[in-house]
C-alpha cells in the first residue's frame, strides 16, 4: 500500500507533537492493540457453529455492522466464501422483510451485537426475529462485560462474547466485533491483522507510514477550516461499504466540541465510488467552494482481467481506442485523469493510496492506515475522538417518547 | 406530500424574483413540460419487448441510471413487479462479472442510454457486452437525434427512441430515460407522472407548494455560505438510491462558478438513511461545525406493518416499552426524535417532508419536487444549473491517455 500526498509537507513541531500524543494514547485507548490480539478463542469458537449453517446474521448497527460489513464486501466479489453474511441493522420493516425472505432460519447463526447491550434497533430486531426462531443455541451475544445482555443471554443459556476494554464501536472492526462475523464466512483473520500490523508498525517504527500519515493528518488538521470536506474517491464498486465505515469513523470521531474551546468543528467525510461519481459529484469539487480534500484509492490488480472487447463500431469509431483494454487498465486511467484533472486546479489538496489487490492483507492495512489518520487528525484539531456525546439527545427523547406511548 | 419548514419565511421580493425566473425557464429548459407528456409511444414500444424477457439491463451512467434506479428501489420492495432491473453503470471488471452472473443473456434486453452518443463507460461496456451477446433486437439505444450512437445503431438496424429537447441528464428520469426502463418492469408510468404534476401544478398555480419551495430555496439560497451541505435524512431503506438521484442533482446542479461573478460557489449534498445514520453521521450534525441544513424524510404508511415481538427479556426490561410497537411507528418514532434533538440546538435548520407511500405518485411528487427545488435555488445563487462543464478537464486528459495508450 502506497499513499502519494500532492501537498506540502508539515512542520516537525506538529508532527512531533502528534506522534507523541498518539503514542501515549495506546496506553489507554484499546484498538491500537488489536492488531496483536490472539484470536485463538474466535477461531476456536467457530468451531462450535455447525457445519449445516449456511448463513451468519449481524444484528447490529453503526460501529456493530459497518466494519465487518466494509471487508465482507470488499473480499467476497473475488472469493468463495464458506457462508453468506447479513447484516440486520434497520427498523425499517419493508427491510427486516425482505431480509428474512433471503434465508433460512433453521440454516442460520445469529450474531446479536451491542456494546452497551440496549441498543434500540438491535433489540427491536432480536425480538421479531427471536420470536419466530427461538432456539438459544442459534444465538451468539457480543457485548460489554457484565451489560443487561450479558445477563439476559445467561438466562437463556446463549454463548456471550466480549469486547476488548476502551475499544469503541467505530474502531471495533479488528475485534470479536468484526472478526467473528468474518472469520465464520471464511475469511482469513489472521491476514487481516497482520494488514493491520504492518502500518502500525511502519507508523510507530519510523517506517514509510510515519513520515506520510503525520504530514496528511498535519496538513488536514492545519487546513480544517478551509478544507473541511474530506472526499474518499475509491475507483472500484468493492470499496462502496468500506466509504461507509470510513464516514462513520471520519465523522463521529471527528465532529464535536473542541476540548479546549467553546467551538464547534468537524470534518465532513464524503465516500465516493469511481467512475460512477465523475458522473454525479465530481462537478461540485471541480467547480464547487474550494472546501474540499480528495483521496483517491487505486486497486493494482482486480483479480479480474475482462477486456473490453476488440470490436469497431460504425460511426463509433472514436471509441476504438477502448478496444483490447483491460478494465482495470480503463478505470485505474479514469482515476488518473479525474485525479489530473482536480490537480491542474492547483488548489485542492489531493493524494492517492495504490492498494494491490482486494484480499484480507489489504484491507487490514486500509483499516488501520484510517483509523491511525483519524486518531491524528483528532488530536491536532483538539478533540476527543473516541466519544460521542451528540447522539444521545434524540435517545432521551426517544425513550421518553416510547414510554408515553406505552403509559 | 407535505413540508413542514422549521425555519422563517423569507423575504417577498426574493422569492418573487425566483418564481418569475422560473417561469420564464419554462419555455427553454425541457425537464418542466414532461409531466404532461404523451407517453403512448413509450407503452406501445413496450409491447415489441417479448414476453419471455425477464430481465431489462440499463447501460449508462449517472444520468442516464441514477433515476430510473431510485424509482425501481424506493417501489419495489413493496410490489411484484414484471421484470427485473439491472444497472451496468461501471468500469469495475469484478462488478461487472458479477452482474452478468445474475442474468442469463437470452432473457434479457439491454438499453444503452447516452445523451451525448459516446460516453466510454456505456461504449467499453457495451463492447463487451455485444461481443458476448450480439443479437441486434436485444438492445434498444436512447440518445439525442442525431448522435453518432444514433447512427450507429442505424446501421445494426437495432431501435433507436431519443431524448426530448432540452432536458440535461440529471433531470431526465421522467423522460424515455428513466421511463421506458421503468415501464417495461411494470411500473404505472402514468401515475408517476400524475405524481410529478401534482406537485408542479401546485408551485405554478399558487398552491400549497408555491409557498413553501419558495420559502425553502430563499432561506438556503440566502444562507449558502453558511449552510452550504444539505443533508438528506431519509427514514426508510427504499430512499437510498433516491439519495443518491438527489446527490447527483443537487451537486452537479449548484456546484459551479457563479454566472454573474468570479467566485466558485457549492450546495454540498449528503444522503443519508435513518436509523442507522444515527449511528454514524449525526454526531457530526450535532456537535460538528453549524454548516449543515437537514431535510428528514418520513414515510407514513410502509405498507408492512410488521410488529416487534411482545416478549419480555429478563435483565433488559427497561426495551419493554418496544412491544407490540409497529416497526413503522418505531422508525418514525426515531426520526421525529432526532429531529426533535437537532432542533433543539436553535441553529441548525431543519424541514421533514411526509410522504403517504412508497408507491408511483409518491415517487412522481419527491421527484418534481427536487427538481424545481434545485432550479430556484441555483437561480438565487446565481449558477447555470444545467451545465456541467467541470467534468470535462478529466474526459479530455483519458482521451489523451487512451490515444497514447494505443499509440
Not at 47 to 71: D, F, Y
Not at 184 to 198: E, W
Amino acid at each position: 500500500m502506497i499513499n502519494k500526498l500532492y501537498f506540502p509537507c508539515s512542520d516537525n513541531k506538529t508532527k512531533q507533537h502528534a506522534f507523541e500524543a498518539i503514542k501515549a494514547e495506546q496506553k489507554h485507548i484499546g484498538y491500537y492493540g488489536l492488531p496483536e490480539q490472539d484470536t485463538s478463542a474466535i477461531t476456536n469458537y467457530c468451531q462450535k457453529i455447525p457445519e449445516t449453517v449456511e448463513n451468519i446474521v449481524v444484528i447490529g448497527i453503526g460501529g456493530s455492522s459497518l466494519g465487518a460489513k466494509a471487508v465482507y464486501e470488499f473480499i467476497r466479489p473475488v472469493r468463495t466464501l464458506t457462508r453468506r453474511l447479513f447484516f440486520f441493522e434497520s427498523t425499517d420493516p419493508v427491510n427486516l422483510t425482505a431480509l428474512l425472505h433471503d434465508i433460512v432460519l433453521d440454516k442460520t447463526h445469529f450474531l446479536v451485537i451491542s456494546k452497551s447491550g440496549t441498543t434500540v434497533e438491535t433489540f427491536a430486531i432480536y425480538k421479531y426475529i427471536y420470536s419466530l426462531h427461538n432456539d438459544p443455541q442459534s444465538y451468539t451475544f457480543i457485548t460489554d462485560p457484565g451489560s443487561p445482555l450479558e445477563r439476559y443471554a445467561h438466562t437463556i443459556r446463549a454463548d456471550v462474547l466480549h469486547l476488548p476494554a476502551n475499544v469503541g464501536g467505530r474502531f471495533s472492526v479488528l475485534s470479536t466485533v468484526g472478526l467473528l462475523p468474518l472469520a465464520l464466512c471464511g475469511i482469513d483473520i489472521h491476514t487481516l491483522l497482520k494488514g493491520a500490523q504492518s502500518i502500525k508498525e511502519s507508523f510507530f517504527n519510523a517506517g514509510y507510514m510515519q513520515e506520510t500519515l503525520l504530514n496528511k493528518a498535519a496538513y488536514y488538521a492545519k487546513h480544517h477550516a478551509q478544507y473541511h470536506i474530506n472526499c474518499l474517491f475509491a475507483y472500484s464498486e468493492s470499496l462502496k461499504y468500506f466509504c461507509e465505515w470510513y464516514v462513520q469513523l471520519w465523522g463521529e470521531s471527528l465532529g464535536k466540541h473542541q476540548r479546549h474551546s467553546a467551538f464547534h468543528v468537524g470534518l465532513t467525510p464524503i465516500g465516493l465510488i469511481g467512475p460512477k461519481d465523475q458522473h454525479s459529484f465530481l462537478q461540485l469539487i471541480m467547480e464547487g467552494t474550494r472546501d474540499k480534500s480528495v483521496t483517491f484509492i487505486k486497486i493494482e490488480d482486480f483479480n479480474d482481467h475482462t477486456m473490453i472487447s476488440d470490436i469497431s463500431l460504425p460511426n463509433l469509431e472514436i471509441l476504438d481506442a477502448l478496444n483490447g483494454l483491460p478494465f482495470e487498465t480503463l478505470i485505474n486511467m479514469q482515476c488518473d485523469s479525474v485525479m489530473e484533472a482536480l490537480l491542474n486546479e492547483k488548489d485542492i489538496p489531493v493524494d492517492v493510496i495504490t492498494i494491490p489487490n482486494t484480499g484480507e492483507y489489504t484491507a487490514g492495512a486500509l483499516i488501520f492506515y484510517y483509523e491511525l489518520l483519524t486518531s491524528l487528525v483528532g488530536e491536532l484539531i483538539d478533540v476527543n475522538t473516541y466519544d460521542q456525546p451528540g447522539v444521545e439527545a434524540g435517545k432521551i427523547i426517544l425513550k421518553e417518547k416510547l414510554a408515553a406511548q406505552k403509559g
